[in-house]
T-cell receptor
Framework: KNQVEQSPQSLIILEGKNCTLQCNYTVSPFSNLRWYKQDTGRGPVSLTI?????NTKSNGRYTATLDADTKQSSLHITASQLSDSASYIC?????????????FGRGTQLTVWP | EADIYQTPRYLVIGTGKKITLECSQTMGHDKMYWYQQDPGMELHLIHYSYGVNSTEKGDLSSESTVSRIRTEHFPLTLESARPSHTSQYLCASSPTAREKRETQYFGPGTRLLVL
């Protein structure tokens, strides 16, 4: 069964600190992996997207890594800011259908305290 | 910021009422989607469309229906709302994929509460 598991479920850090969020998946055949940021009451916004051949991708203070062999990804946030408080969702796409089926994790709820 | 809009943002309605959640995008995207998301849970695809006059049911069974008469418009309708329909509904769109990097752009969502 294709699944996406994220950890931790929630995380609280102090402003200025770094943190790393984890994503494990069993989706096959794999097409790409995305990290989305979802602010409370808003729709998800794409942060990074990686295909099978990409190991790392950065977007400002966000750096995503992908190990396609172990089917693991991480999202590292550097020098956290209060505005980073949100849910971070890992989304994996398969290439087994024309639709490009997306599998969503439940997200990691990050809270940044001043 | 993606040009995809949803109205209303919040809706409180009584059981048995008919409701339509609006979704429109100005990016000319062919593919559009409706997701249902409960608090702390993953998004579940309930409907999608490849283009005008194309609608398909998603993975999660839903009593809602959709239509796609115009490219930019993808409304979702519940003929008779029930408390079990209480949830957040997210609309998304994506361009026709010529490569595998297509990204879905999400609207702000509609939070529905059925009493």
């Amino acid at each position: 069964k294709n699944q996406v598991e994220q950890s931790p479920q929630s995380l609280i850090i102090l402003e200025g600190k770094n943190c790393t969020l984890q994503c494990n998946y069993t989706v096959s055949p794999f097409s790409n992996l995305r990290w989305y940021k979802q602010d409370t009451g808003r729709g998800p916004v794409s942060l990074t997207i990686m295909t099978f051949s990409e190991n790392t991708k950065s977007n400002g203070r966000y750096t995503a890594t992908l190990d396609a062999d172990t089917k693991q990804s991480s999202l590292h946030i550097t020098a956290s800011q209060l505005s980073d408080s949100a849910s971070y969702i890992c989304v994996v796409s398969d290439r087994g259908s024309t639709l490009g089926r997306l599998y969503f994790g439940r997200g990691t709820q990050l809270t940044v305290w001043p | 910021e993606a040009d995809i809009y949803q109205t209303p943002r919040y809706l409180v309605i009584g059981t048995g009422k008919k409701i339509t959640l609006e979704c429109s995008q100005t990016m000319g995207h062919d593919k559009m989607y409706w997701y249902q998301q409960d608090p702390g849970m993953e998004l579940h695809l309930i409907h999608y469309s490849y283009g005008v006059n194309s609608t398909e049911k998603g993975d999660l069974s839903s009593e809602s229906t959709v239509s796609r008469i115009r490219t930019e418009h993808f409304p979702l309708t519940l003929e008779s709302a029930r408390p079990s329909h209480t949830s957040q509904y997210l609309c998304a769109s994506s361009p026709t994929a010529r490569e595998k990097r297509e990204t879905q752009y999400f609207g702000p969502g509609t939070r529905l509460l059925v009493l």
